[in-house]
């Protein structure tokens, strides 16, 4: 298994702002600070601080997937509200599957900044190095790739797209942008010779692709990527802003503020035993830690914390060669091949000796996709997008009912009523 490192967002502040100071000091210049605050941008444009910015995009990219990746969890139904509505809860109308736009917006303002924080530190890279330079940069290769993954998270889980102040456009749009980036990191990872930072880009392109219903791509891409492949985004304790918030939000220090019980993952897991949707309960504490409504009636419900994250450090899966899997299985069921696509879903299972998968038909066959990919990618963020895309291409089968739910998150009423070009498509 592979994955990627980030410093500690405490680290990263601090270079951040230091390391133009630093830079200075150590060519002999005298720096007087008479009113500390945000450095000039022209004090960025040196190589020495080039890491330090694309590590900052990276912590604004986890910190929107953490916000994203918990609610988009109760909307879809991986999780069920035990309880609180305020700080690390799930408010009344998520609850009932309502992601509206006069919502807190904190959602789309950290999205939307780890999407410009990474585009610009890609546009910084290409200026400060030059072309030839960036073109081979293992940094650039590394800002690319999450300017990428932003971008995908953005079309996956927002309705609409609108890209610094402009006009409202389609979500698409965002998936056009990520596997430009994405196509661009394979480049550039490949020339730096990190086959680490290519796989992950080649990856990520591979569900993009899937996203942008090229199916012939997407498989291709996804062939390329070994079952053993995982790209992640790390947490840390360092404060409550990096905790992993679903972790957190469910760890009884001090919230219950959701369970598993009353989804399909609850009697799933425990007639399977599948390691790939892990939950636990306690023998002391039986109840969330609020009153939800349940069967009509407002009442406490049982209490199952899920420990697929199981502590606050816990990574976020970005890609996985599992999921690769699948996405090569999509694209069989696609093109009527329903023996194909059991298979290439069966390895995933079989590694894990459970039973294996049958279809007596393409609806049969279309309906297991969708529960294993619920299974295989649970609790990361991604469930809204792969209902989204179904229902979009109409594809057979059944998944959730998500009947009277929204499958993705509104565009705030911050950004429609600040941005002077946004008008209602």
Not at 110 to 119: I, K, M
Not at 395 to 402: C, F, K, L, Y
Request: net charge positive; glycine share 8%.
């Amino acid at each position: 298994m592979t994955q990627t490192r980030i410093p500690s967002p405490r680290a990263v502040r601090a270079l951040r702002w230091l390391a133009p100071a630093v830079l200075l000091i150590g060519t002999g210049c005298a720096l007087e600070v008479t009113n500390p605050g945000p450095i000039q941008s022209e004090f960025l444009n040196s190589p020495a601080v080039l890491s330090s910015l694309v590590n900052g995009s990276g912590r604004d990219l986890a910190e929107a997937m953490n916000w994203v990746a918990y609610t988009g969890s109760a909307v879809s139904k991986e999780l069920f509200p035990a309880g609180s509505t305020g700080a690390f809860g799930i408010t009344v109308r998520q609850q009932a599957g309502k992601l509206v736009d006069d919502d807190d917006n904190t959602h789309w303002n950290f999205s939307q900044r780890a999407r410009w924080t990474a585009e610009s530190a890609v546009a910084r890279i290409d200026s400060v190095l030059g072309a030839d330079a960036a073109g081979k940069s293992a940094t650039q290769a590394q800002a690319l790739i999450w300017a990428g993954y932003a971008n995908r998270h953005l079309g996956e889980n927002f309705c609409e797209c609108v890209i610094n102040g402009g006009a409202p456009q389609a979500a698409s749009v965002y998936f056009e942008r990520a596997e430009g980036y994405f196509t661009r990191a394979i480049a550039v990872a490949t020339a730096a010779a990190n086959a680490n930072l290519t796989n992950a880009a080649t990856a990520a392109r591979a569900a993009v692709r899937l996203s942008r219903n090229n199916l012939t791509g997407a498989a291709t891409d996804a062939a390329l990527i070994a079952n053993t492949f995982v790209y992640r985004m790390p947490y840390y304790q360092t404060e409550e802003a990096q905790y992993n918030r679903i972790f957190w939000a469910g760890a009884n220090t001090p919230y219950r503020a959701h369970t598993v019980f009353n989804t399909f993952y609850e009697n799933y897991r425990r007639t399977t035993r599948d390691p790939r949707v892990p939950y636990d309960s306690s023998l002391t504490v039986l109840q969330g830690d609020g009153a939800v409504t349940f069967n009509g009636v407002s009442q406490r419900v049982r209490w199952y914390f899920q420990t697929k994250h199981a502590a606050t450090t816990a990574n976020i899966n970005l890609s996985t060669g599992w999921e690769m899997r699948l996405i090569e299985a999509e694209a069989k069921l696609v093109a009527g091949d329903v023996t194909g696509a059991l298979t290439s879903m069966n390895l995933r299972r079989t590694t894990l000796s459970l039973p294996l998968l049958t279809a007596a038909n393409s609806t049969e066959a279309w309906s297991a996709l969708k529960r294993e990919r619920g299974i295989e990618l649970w609790l990361e963020g991604r469930r809204l997008g792969d209902l989204r895309r179904w229902a979009t291409n109409n594809r057979p089968g059944t998944a959730d009912d998500m009947t009277g739910r929204d499958l993705c998150f509104a565009t705030p009423l911050s950004e429609k009523r600040s941005n002077p070009n946004y008008t209602t498509p």
